[in-house]
């Protein structure tokens, strides 16, 4: 059977509409799939005078630095790791950068941290990267500057030297908003992480799932010059030669810390430690085992508070100073 007239008319209105279209399409702009920030390319076989792309990839973040250049936004990706003589970098620079780094750096010239930042109003994402330490007695990462620095999925261990800086040192002369989730910082000399602010700075941080064990301190606030709020959750803190947590509160502002859902556990000072009047702690669900010092210590109008859902073995140190009752 034939085709009607009016549906030949339809068949012929369709196949204009469909040419039309393809015409429409040939001037259109058309998005490549990897269109967004520029990215360069780090490889323990990379060359440095090499441009730092996927297939002649550079060797350290020194120059993955260079070749991002004055660009908005960028992305260090390690193919393996970078070389072990990476002497560690100072970013100055505002643009926003992420490292993604499923590797090892092993920075090994001393008087450089591993990563050091300087600038102001800075947002800085690593991923996946392992710094390793050496004997040099340098911080992992040295924060001076102010802005947003996002650690996710790192280790930081092995810092060998003791008494001359923590493993992560917070000192930012501006607000500064730091997060570090599923992350370990363990096997050092050297303290965990200090927060304290320089004139200026002030700090909001988040830990959730983050594991700080067996150094020569575990993790310390200290409002000395500026503000700090910290909410730490899902997260160990234990087998630290000196307190597990300890909350300075100075004349720079409050020093408010919350924990939940933790452990903190084998210290051999203090479990938690609040020191000075704007010094607070509250506890949530957390167990604090068998610190050496006791489960917390309260002194110079310090405050610790309970949720009274927590769970102490051992001794209970000098007690918690009130409850808070759940809203």
């Not at 520029?38 to 090499?50: L, M, N, Q, R, Y």
């Not at 597990?244 to 409050?254: K, V």
Request: proline share 5%; net charge negative; aromatic share 4%.
């Amino acid at each position: 059977m034939g085709a009607t007239s009016q549906g030949l008319d339809m068949i012929r209105i369709i196949a204009k509409l469909f040419a039309v279209t393809i015409v429409l399409t040939a001037f259109l702009h058309v998005a490549p799939v990897f269109a967004g920030s520029p990215a360069v390319w780090v490889s323990s076989t990379g060359v440095d005078t090499d441009p730092c792309t996927a297939a002649q990839p550079c060797a350290t973040f020194i120059t993955a630095i260079e070749k991002l250049g004055g660009n908005v936004g960028g992305q260090i990706n390690c193919l393996n790791s970078p070389q072990s003589v990476e002497p560690g970098f100072g970013l100055v620079d505002t643009i926003p950068l992420t490292i993604d780094c499923a590797g090892v750096l092993e920075p090994n010239v001393p008087g450089f941290s591993a990563l050091s930042f300087q600038g102001s109003n800075q947002s800085i994402k690593i991923r996946n990267l392992t710094i390793s330490g050496f004997s040099g007695g340098y911080p992992g990462i040295m924060v001076t500057g102010s802005g947003t620095l996002i650690l996710e999925n790192c280790v930081f261990e092995n810092f060998n030297a003791s008494g001359v800086g923590p493993v992560l040192q917070i000192e930012p002369t501006g607000p500064l908003n730091l997060v570090m989730t599923n992350s370990r910082i363990s096997n050092s000399a050297a303290a965990g992480i200090l927060i304290k602010p320089a004139a200026g700075g002030s700090v909001t941080a988040t830990f959730d799932g983050v594991t700080i064990t067996n150094n020569a301190g575990g993790l310390r606030t200290d409002t000395t010059n500026g503000a700090v709020r910290v909410d730490i959750s899902n997260s160990t803190i234990s087998n630290n030669a000196n307190n597990g947590l300890i909350a300075i509160g100075g004349a720079g502002g409050q020093n408010m810390v919350s924990v939940g859902n933790g452990v903190i556990a084998s210290n051999t000072q203090a479990g938690i430690e609040a020191s000075g009047a704007n010094a607070a702690v509250l506890v949530n669900n957390t167990l604090l085992d068998s610190n050496a010092g006791g489960a917390v210590s309260a002194v110079g109008g310090g405050r610790i508070l309970t949720y009274q859902n927590n769970r102490i073995i051992g001794s209970g140190g000098t007690g918690f100073t009130g409850t808070a009752a759940p809203q």
